[in-house]
C-alpha cells in the first residue's frame, strides 16, 4: 500500500513538473501560477503545495531536475579527479557550459521571475554563491601552483571568473551561429586572460631557405 502511495506521488511530482516547465517556456509566461501549473498537471493546488511547500520551492525543484539532467553531477569530479588547478578550471566551465545549454530556454526564464520574485531570486543567489565557492577553490589551487596574486587582484579575478561562468555571460555569447563548443573555448580563453595564463604559442615549420632547397635539389638530381 504504501509503495503505490509513494509511486502515485512520484507521478504527480513528475507531471507537475513537467507542467511547470511547459509553461515557463509558453509564450506569456507572466501568467506562470500554481493554479496554471495545477491544471496543466491535473492535480489540486494542495498536491502541489503539500510536494514543493510554495511557487520558490516548485521552481527551486524543476531547477535540481534540470541540473540532474544536464550532467551537473559531474561537477564533483572536477574536485576529486587530476591535481592540475588550470585543468580543473577548464573543466568547470565545461561543466557550466554544458549545464547552460542543456535547458537555455527554461533557465532564462528561472532567472527573469528571479529578478521580480525575492523569494525565487534568494535561491538563485544561494546556487550563484555555490558556483562562486568552487571558483575560489580552483583559485586558491592555481595561486599555490602557478601564480600569487596580490591582495587586491585575487577579489577582481574571482569576480570576474564569476561572470565568465554565469547564464548570462553564456547566454549572451549562445548566438549568432556559435555552438556550445565555440562559446566553451571563448570562455575558457578569457578566464585564461583573467587569472594571467598564456598558452604558450606553437612555432610554425619554417621553409628551408632558397639555397638549401637548390643544394637540395642538385643532390637529388
Not at 513528475?14 to 501549473?37: C, K, N, P, Y
Not at 549572451?172 to 565555440?182: I, K, P, Q, W, Y
Request: no cysteine; charged share 25%; hydrophobic share 40%.
Amino acid at each position: 500500500m504504501e509503495g503505490r502511495r509513494n509511486a502515485a506521488a512520484d507521478e504527480n511530482r513528475g507531471r507537475i513538473l513537467a507542467a511547470a516547465r511547459a509553461l515557463l517556456l509558453a509564450e506569456d509566461f507572466s501568467q506562470f501560477t500554481m493554479e496554471a501549473v495545477a491544471r496543466k498537471a491535473d492535480v489540486s493546488r494542495l498536491t502541489i503545495y503539500y510536494q514543493f511547500d510554495s511557487r520558490a520551492g516548485l521552481l527551486e525543484a524543476l531547477y535540481n531536475s534540470i541540473a540532474r539532467t544536464g550532467h551537473l553531477g559531474r561537477l564533483p569530479d572536477v574536485f576529486r579527479l587530476g591535481n592540475d588547478p588550470l585543468q580543473k578550471l577548464h573543466n568547470f566551465i565545461e561543466v557550466f557550459v554544458q549545464f547552460w545549454a542543456s535547458e537555455r530556454d527554461v533557465i532564462r526564464r528561472l532567472h527573469a521571475l528571479g529578478a521580480i520574485d525575492s523569494e525565487i531570486g534568494q535561491g538563485l543567489r544561494a546556487r550563484n554563491e555555490r558556483r562562486r565557492n568552487g571558483l575560489r577553490v580552483i583559485l586558491e589551487h592555481y595561486t599555490r601552483t602557478y601564480h600569487q596574486f596580490t591582495p587586491p587582484q585575487e577579489p577582481v579575478v574571482l569576480d570576474t571568473l564569476h561572470m565568465l561562468t554565469s547564464f548570462e555571460t553564456f547566454d549572451a555569447l549562445a548566438g549568432n551561429g556559435r555552438t556550445v563548443d565555440d562559446v566553451f573555448k571563448i570562455i575558457r580563453k578569457m578566464a585564461d586572460h583573467a587569472i594571467g595564463f598564456s598558452p604558450r604559442p606553437v612555432s610554425p615549420i619554417a621553409a628551408p631557405p632558397p639555397s638549401l632547397r637548390r643544394s637540395r635539389r642538385r643532390r637529388r638530381s
